[in-house]
């Protein structure tokens, strides 16, 4: 059974810094990583997806990397704003023919102006 | 990409009630999925939507408590039935072919 881990659960930073948000998973057998934002009370935002033969997506000032054969992804956000103030959840798509997201429980990243 | 429709946005219903969500997408998608995320968590997955057929139910989840229709590739609902406090939750559609989307969620508070 896929199991999704993000550290740490939650995260508190000055306005500018770059940071980092890490996420594990157990089976490597993925098709592929999708990073998401939600907002309190409110649906799932797709940030970044990546297939499982890449390496890496950008969009803005948001880089994800993906090493499936170690079972890691990182979300990096650069210059961070207040802006960006929301809970960070990974999800990984697994299983032949079900195509099952599985989600890990979130960072929830504070951006202090 | 694909922009999902879900409503209500939030309801407050009696215990005992029904409520359905309705979830519409701007695209034919291949998959449907509703979620459920209680409070502080992370969303666990209720059904997946078949269309023309009968939802396929997580551990946990029945058919009698929360049915599903998805009559065409771009609609479906999700009915809370005979609800109670515990059912108090945000509940959120996806759609996929490969990619994720997802809808606003609904906020359900059952007093």
């Known amino acids: 059974k896929q199991e999704v881990t993000q550290i740490p659960a939650a995260l508190s930073v000055p306005e500018g810094e770059n940071l980092v948000l890490n996420c594990s998973f157990t089976?490597?057998?993925?098709?592929?990583l999708q990073w998401f934002r939600q907002d309190p009370g409110k649906g799932l935002t797709s940030l970044l997806l990546?297939?499982?033969?890449?390496r890496e997506q950008t969009s803005g000032r948001l880089n994800a990397s993906l090493d499936k054969s170690s079972g890691r992804s990182t979300l990096y956000i650069a210059a961070s704003q207040p802006g960006d103030s929301a809970t960070y959840l990974c999800?990984?798509?697994?299983?032949?023919?079900?195509?099952?997201?599985?989600f890990g429980k979130g960072t929830k990243l504070s951006v202090i102006p | 990409s694909a922009v999902i429709s879900q409503k209500p946005s939030r309801d407050i219903c009696q215990r005992g009630t029904s409520l359905t969500i309705q979830c519409q997408v701007d695209?034919?998608?291949?998959?449907m999925f509703w979620y459920r995320q209680q409070p502080g968590q992370s969303l666990t997955l209720i059904a997946t939507?078949?269309?023309?057929?009968?939802?396929?139910?997580e551990s946990g989840f029945v058919i009698d408590k929360f049915p599903i229709s998805r009559p065409n590739l771009t609609f479906s609902t999700l009915t809370v039935s005979n609800m109670s406090p515990e059912d108090s939750s945000i509940y959120l559609c996806?759609?996929?072919?490969?990619?994720?989307?997802f809808g606003q969620g609904t906020r359900l508070t059952v007093v």
């Open positions: 695209s034919q998608v291949t998959m």
């Open positions: 939507a078949n269309q023309g057929s009968e939802a396929t139910y």
């Open positions: 996806s759609a996929s072919n490969t990619e994720a989307f």
């Open positions: 999800a990984v798509l697994t299983g032949a023919g079900s195509y099952q997201l599985t």
């Open positions: 089976d490597s057998a993925i098709y592929n």
């Open positions: 990546i297939q499982s033969s890449q």
